[in-house]
């Protein structure tokens, strides 16, 4: 983990995501019956920084900086995998905040779900990203997102996201996951809660950038260099233009 070695993660007491609290979104049901050990998944530092002074400014901006560190594991048939979240919508929009990831070290494939606005159980569209290190992945508003580490590698990520809210968990928990499972094989396997399946759309990680997010270099530097740049974390709704070029 030499590539973050500046944030002293050591002395930060991670959140731990366990297999317990992923059995609601799981494919392989057997294989967690069979589990006599809570395994520990993956671990989130949550408002990292490196010095007093990035976290002033970090604050100072309304963002937060975390790292998310996902080993190589396989859940029965299917690969390790985040719980999945939506955001809430900016007061007074029709747009959910936003959040953007950089690939550190491994592959990471990340998964976009919109869910029709009448319907919960209704996928409105459904989007697949393959992502390696130095490159970047904006989440346009009104997607969940879920992140699987499909390698024998760890995938260590960061992301920039508004400190002004908090994310919700319990749409895609209360739907047994997205609208598809990735297994063994890297198969994508249809998720029975849902209503309909429509084709995801593979999409290139380099389709999902924004300004200021350039690949190969680090975007935790933009606190220092121009933190206007991340203003569409927290203000989504002044740039239609960057969600067109993303979104259906």
């Known amino acids: 983990m030499g590539i973050v070695s500046g944030f002293n993660l050591s002395k930060i007491t991670p959140g731990i995501r366990h297999v317990s609290e992923m059995k609601d979104v799981l494919f392989d049901t057997d294989w967690l019956k069979s589990q006599k050990e809570d395994h ?13 002074e990035d976290l002033k400014k970090i604050e100072k901006n ?19 995998k985040t719980a999945g979240h939506y955001h809430p919508k900016v007061p007074g929009t029709d747009l959910s905040f936003t959040e953007v990831y950089e690939v550190l070290e491994g592959e990471a494939v990340y998964t976009l779900q919109k869910i ?7 996928v409105a569209d459904f989007k697949i990203i393959h992502a390696k290190a130095g490159d970047h992945v904006l ?14 590698k760890t995938l260590i990520m960061a992301n920039w996201v508004s400190s002004k809210f908090s ?8 739907l047994h ?3 598809y499972y990735l297994v063994k094989g890297n198969k994508w396997i249809e998720n029975p ?14 389709d999902f950038s924004a300004p200021g997010l350039e690949k190969d270099k680090l975007m935790y530097e933009i606190i220092h260099k121009n933190p206007v ?11 239609s233009h960057l969600w067109k070029k993303i979104s259906r």
Not at 62 to 80: A, C, Q, S
Not at 193 to 206: D, F, K, L
Not at 229 to 239: A, I, T, V, Y
């Open 177 to 179: 996951g997205i609208a």
């Open 139 to 152: 989440i346009p508003p009104n997607y969940a997102h879920v992140t699987i580490n499909t390698c024998n």
């Open 62 to 80: 309304n963002l937060r900086f975390d790292i998310t560190v996902i080993p190589p594991f396989m859940l029965g048939k299917e690969y390790v």
């Open 229 to 239: 740049l991340l203003d569409f974390l927290n203000r989504p709704q002044d740039f």
């Open 40 to 52: 520990e998944l993956y671990y989130m530092y949550r408002n990292v920084s490196k010095s007093r």
């Open 116 to 122: 029709d606005e009448n319907e919960s159980s209704k």
């Open 193 to 206: 809660a849902y209503s309909n399946y429509p084709e995801p759309q593979v999409c290139r990680a380099t």
């Open 167 to 174: 994310s919700n968990y319990e749409p895609i928990k209360n």
